[in-house]
């Protein structure tokens, strides 16, 4: 090969690599398992070049972090330090990173895309320019997929091998043996995560690890990962339920998925099974899982999400058998917003190129 042929052949590879890696060479789409989108966002509806943007930050020099991806873009970047700071820049602004609500996008009419620090975008995707699709949204799906997953292992095994019962043994100072309780064994069980999304698909690659056959609904596409062994439609769900030793919740909260649950699918389940949910509280009819709870139709439940939130200190949930309640924490972990970082500077620097944007989302799905 001659030298200027070789000089253009590698000049054609790195801009290639430009596309999918950030301005510090990590390729954040596929180290995070993110999805990009089918066009690029200069192919999309309304998208011009930018002339401002708002971004939520921590610090100064997060910002700075940010104009290093754009550097060479005429573009004007606002850091915010909260969300009153954020409300009173964002005045013509072509985009914003941060907060997705009605006050920010009416306050705005330039907003051509929104990125938020969250994954559930059920409120955002309700506010009508957004519904529309007038304004692109992005979320940060599969960012918390790990820490989901772990809390929820947390709370299986902690219901499983009646941690709470033998806890509270400990503080009384007794020791019991041959207690009658039934122990779930995991290993050559079955799994039914219902939502086999990011954290769904984290939830059942750990249940594998236990020996457990994974079964899953799945809305839109059946694909599925080597180690789930079957992935059914929404319709499916009340056959399978009969099946399951443990079901984990991991919906959104849509129109079709909200009270899903209610007293006839706890009652589709063993009573020797485990409810968790980790996804929304408004897809389970609290009251019915308080009744599957006390009659025995269910076994327990760990909740790291309810109806409402917070839980009131009144509500029957609270004393129902066996149940183990955290604060919607599940996401919580000390990298979670390392990881939003990298994805918010990532898709700053696709948009302002017009590039293909990560982790879009459909507004008529709702997530």
Sequence with gaps: MKRPTLVIALTFYLLASQ????????????????????????????????????????????LQWFREAIAGVDVEL????????????????????????????????????????????EDCVKIARVARGDIVLTNMQRVDSSNVAE??????????????????????????????????????????????GGNGTAIAERARAFGMRIIAIRAGSHSKPAFVDYVGAPAELGNLLGSADVVVNTLPLTAQTERLFDATMFGKMKHTALFINVGRGKTVVTADLVKALES?????????????????PEDPLWQAPNVIITPHVADRSSLRMERAWLIMRENLRRYVRGDKLLSVVDPQRGY
Aim: proline share 5%.
């Design 296 to 312: 025995g139709s269910i076994a327990g439940a760990g909740l790291d999400v309810v109806n409402p939130e917070p839980l009131p």
């Design 151 to 196: 809390h929820t292992f947390a709370l299986i095994l902690a219901l499983s091998r009646h941690l709470p019962a033998l806890s509270s043994l400990q503080q009384k100072k007794s020791w019991k043996s041959g207690l009658p309780w039934h122990m779930l064994d995991l290993q050559g069980g079955t799994m039914l995560v219902v939502g086999l």
């Design 78 to 121: 606002v850091g915010a330090h909260d969300p009153a700071e954020f409300l009173a820049s964002i005045n013509n602004a072509d985009a914003v990173e941060g907060i997705c609500n009605a006050a920010i996008v009416e306050a705005d009419t330039e907003l051509r895309w929104i990125q938020t620090q969250g994954a559930g975008v």
């Design 19 to 62: 596309a999918t890696r950030g301005g510090d060479g990590r390729d954040v789409a596929s180290e995070l398992g993110l999805q990009e989108s089918a066009v690029p966002i200069r192919d999309m509806k309304g998208w011009r070049q930018p002339r401002k943007i708002v971004v939520l930050i921590d610090s100064e020099a997060r």
